[in-house]
Each structure stands twice: as C-alpha cells, then as structure tokens.
C-alpha cells in the first residue's frame, strides 16, 4: 500500500469535487455578488486540488500528473468523501455541504501546516488562509438562512438533516491516516472532529437551527465506495478529455 499516494488523493479528491461542483453555480447563483463568491471559492478548491494532485502524481512515482489523475481515472478510483459529491440541490444544500466541509478543512490545513514534509505545509499554509476565509463565507449564510424567512430556515434545517450524516465519511480514520499520522507528514482526521464540533454547534446555535437526531454515518468514500452523484458529475467532468484524449490544447 502506497499510504503518501492514498492520504493525497483524499486531500485533492475532496477539492476538485467541491471545485467542480461550485463552479456549476457560475451565473446561477441567487445574487451577482454571490455568484461570484461561490465561482472564487470553487477556483480556490481547484487550485488546492491541481497541488495536492501534483504531489500525489509524484508520490506514485510520477506515473500520472494531476490531469491524469482528475480526468482518467473511474468512480471508483476516486477517495473524496461523500459529503463532497452530494448533489448541489438548492442553495440551502450547496451551503450546509460547504459549511460542513469548510469546519473540517479549517483545522485539516491547520495541522497539515505543521507537517515535516515541506511541500505539504506549504500547499498546507497557502491552503488555510483560504478555508478560513470559506468558513467565515459558509458561517454567515448558515446564520443568515437560520435565522431568515420561515421559508429559508425550513429549507436550511431539511438540507442539515440530510447532509449532516455524511461529514462521517470527513473523519474515516484507517490504516492510511494513521501512517500519516505517524510519520508526520499528515494527520489523523479521526482528530479533526473536536474543532469541527465547536464550529458546528456554534454556528447553529446562532442560526436558531436544531441539530438532528443522532443518524447512521454514511461513509465509503475513502476506499472507493462513491454515490451516484459521483457518476453523474465525473461523466461531465471528465467527457472532453477523455474523448480526445490525445489532444494538446
């Protein structure tokens, strides 16, 4: 098992996931300034992806770069976490799933920035001026829904029952993030959930909205075990290149 390719994989799957999804808001979104808000941080997913790609190309022995890698590989191949492949539905559903991930990423890049291997704590680095940027973003529309309309709060409290059970799959702790864990050079995520719960209760409790009864956590997206949104959005994804796939462009 080639645990440094695996762990990286995790970490750039989860950000190219969100980054296409986001980038399918571009001029759908509810407002102009919001409509830009959303393409700026699914550009900053990407960005975050195509470093984290580029280092796990190289961790598999610079078989396949970070192209490679995001356009030619099968659903199963993929170890993002379901919560990132979960459909954008309404608003409501895009900013409970980025609220989700952002409290996760927040404590994730500030760890990795602590990581003995300098590449990852500089991509680390870069990585966690943006999440905390993300979170306040995804923190404020969490209030602003909560604590709105009868209509925008009863969307945003059916979008929390819903997605809450698959930011399990954030802290999928295995054999892979313990070796990272060990060696220094990553972090359990198994870890991470304290910080996330202190941002998760805080922000509902000030968005008036009521966690839901405790659920099965949907996990299986770390070793492959994908949704159907998956399906759906690498078909899109992934069509031009692999219909061309000798093209230069």
């Not at 996931?17 to 830009?36: A, F, M, N, R, S």
């Not at 960005?47 to 199963?76: I, V």
């Not at 799959?169 to 313990?178: G, K």
């Amino acid at each position: 098992m080639n645990a440094r390719f695996e762990y990286l994989l995790r970490l750039g799957d989860d950000a190219l996931i969100l980054g296409q999804q986001l980038g399918l808001w571009t001029g759908h979104g509810p407002v102009l300034e919001e409509d830009i808000a959303l393409t700026n941080i699914g550009l900053d997913q990407i960005g975050q992806a195509r470093a984290w790609l580029t280092l796990a190309g190289r961790a598999e022995n610079d078989q396949r770069d970070e192209d490679a890698l995001a356009f030619h590989r099968d659903q199963s191949e993929f170890r993002n976490a379901q919560l990132c492949e979960r459909p954008n539905g309404h608003f409501g559903d895009t900013i409970v799933r980025q609220f989700l991930f952002d409290a996760y990423a927040v404590p994730l890049h500030a760890a990795l920035s602590q990581s003995n291997d300098a590449e990852i704590a500089a991509i680390a680095r870069k990585s966690a001026k943006e999440s905390v940027y993300h979170l306040r973003h995804s923190s404020a529309w969490m209030v602003r829904l909560g604590d709105g309309t009868e209509e925008s709060h009863a969307k945003v409290q059916e979008s929390l029952d819903v997605l809450l059970p698959f930011a399990g799959d954030l802290f999928h702790s295995d054999a892979v993030a313990r070796t990272a864990a060990t060696e220094g050079w990553g972090v359990d995520p198994a870890n991470l959930r304290e910080a996330w719960e202190h941002h998760l209760v805080q922000t509902l409790t000030e968005a008036g909205l009521k966690r839901p009864e405790p659920a099965p956590e949907q996990c299986g997206g770390r070793i492959g075990r994908h949704t159907e949104g998956l399906s759906f959005l690498l078909a899109e994804m992934q069509v031009l290149p692999r219909t061309y796939p000798d093209a230069k462009w």
